[in-house]
C-alpha cells in the first residue's frame, strides 16, 4: 500500500490564472472524491470520479473540473481562481465507487490565491 | 439535504482526563456516520464509523461513539486523553449524490490537551 499522494503540497496563484492539482491514488483504488477545506471549516464535497467518468458532483461551478486516468492517478483543474478558492485540496480514494465510504485521504494542496 | 453540526469549536482538556466531542446530524434516512482526525499539516485519518447493527462503536486509539437515533447524534468519547490526541476532529454522514458517496462534515472541534 502506497497510501494517497498529493502535489504540490503548496501553490501560490493569482487571481484569473488556471491550476491544476495532482492526485495519485492507491493502486485498486477506481473511485476518487476531492474536496475543498477552507480555513476553519470542514471538507465540501467537490466531485466524485469512477473509472474515469465524473459521477457526482457537489455545490460547485463548472470552473471546477477532473480527470480520472487508467494508472489511478487524478487532476483537479480549477479555472479563472478567485480569492475564495484559497483552501486545502484533499484527494480521497477507495477501492469501490462509494460501496463501503472507505476512503483514504491525502496529505492535501494548500492553494493560495492572491 | 444532510447536515452536522459540531457545537463546539474548541476544547480543552487535561492530559488523562477523559473526551466527549458532540456531533448531531441530520438525514433522512438511516446515516452512515463517521469520526476523523487531522493532524496540522495532514490528511483526514478515520477514526470509526457506524453504518448499522450495535450503536457503540470502537475505533482506533482508544475511541469509541455512540449512535443515539432518538438525540440525532454520534458523541466521540475517549476515556483517557493522551498529548498526542491533540488535533482537529470531524464529524461526517455519508450519503449518496447520483451513484456517488459523499461525506458532509461538520466544521470540527479543536482539542487541545494540557499536560
Known amino acids: 500500500e502506497t497510501g494517497v499522494t498529493q502535489s504540490p503540497t503548496h501553490l501560490i496563484k493569482t487571481r484569473g490564472q488556471q491550476v491544476t492539482l495532482r492526485c495519485s491514488s492507491q493502486?485498486?483504488?477506481?473511485?476518487v472524491s476531492w474536496y475543498q477545506q477552507a480555513l476553519g471549516q470542514g471538507p465540501q464535497f467537490i466531485f466524485q470520479?469512477?473509472?474515469?467518468?465524473?459521477?457526482g458532483r457537489g455545490n460547485f461551478p463548472p470552473r471546477f473540473s477532473g480527470l480520472q486516468f487508467p494508472n489511478y492517478s487524478s487532476e483537479l483543474n480549477v479555472n479563472a481562481l478567485e480569492l475564495d478558492d484559497s483552501a486545502l485540496y484533499l484527494c480521497?480514494?477507495?477501492?469501490?465507487?462509494?460501496?463501503?465510504?472507505?476512503?483514504?485521504f491525502g496529505s492535501g494542496t494548500r492553494l493560495t490565491v492572491v | 439535504a444532510q447536515s452536522v453540526t459540531q457545537p463546539d469549536i474548541h476544547i480543552t482538556v487535561s492530559e488523562g482526563a477523559s473526551l466527549e466531542l458532540r456531533c448531531n446530524y441530520s438525514?433522512?434516512?438511516?446515516?452512515?456516520l463517521f469520526w476523523y482526525v487531522q493532524s496540522p499539516g495532514q490528511g483526514l485519518q478515520l477514526l470509526l464509523k457506524?453504518?448499522?447493527?450495535?450503536?457503540l462503536v470502537q475505533g482506533i486509539k482508544g475511541f469509541e461513539a455512540e449512535f443515539k437515533r432518538s438525540q440525532s447524534s454520534f458523541n466521540l468519547r475517549k476515556p483517557s486523553v493522551h498529548w498526542s490526541d491533540a488535533a482537529e476532529y470531524f464529524c461526517?454522514?455519508?450519503?449518496?449524490?447520483?451513484?456517488?458517496?459523499?461525506?458532509?462534515f461538520g466544521t470540527g472541534t479543536r482539542l487541545q490537551v494540557t499536560l
Open positions: 480521497a480514494s477507495s477501492a469501490r465507487a462509494g460501496g463501503d465510504y472507505g476512503y483514504t
Open positions: 493502486s485498486g483504488h477506481n473511485t
Open positions: 470520479y469512477y473509472r474515469e467518468e465524473e459521477n
Open positions: 438525514y433522512g434516512a438511516t446515516p452512515y
Open positions: 457506524y453504518f448499522s447493527g450495535d450503536t
Open positions: 461526517a454522514v455519508g450519503a449518496r449524490t447520483g451513484t456517488a458517496s459523499k461525506l458532509t
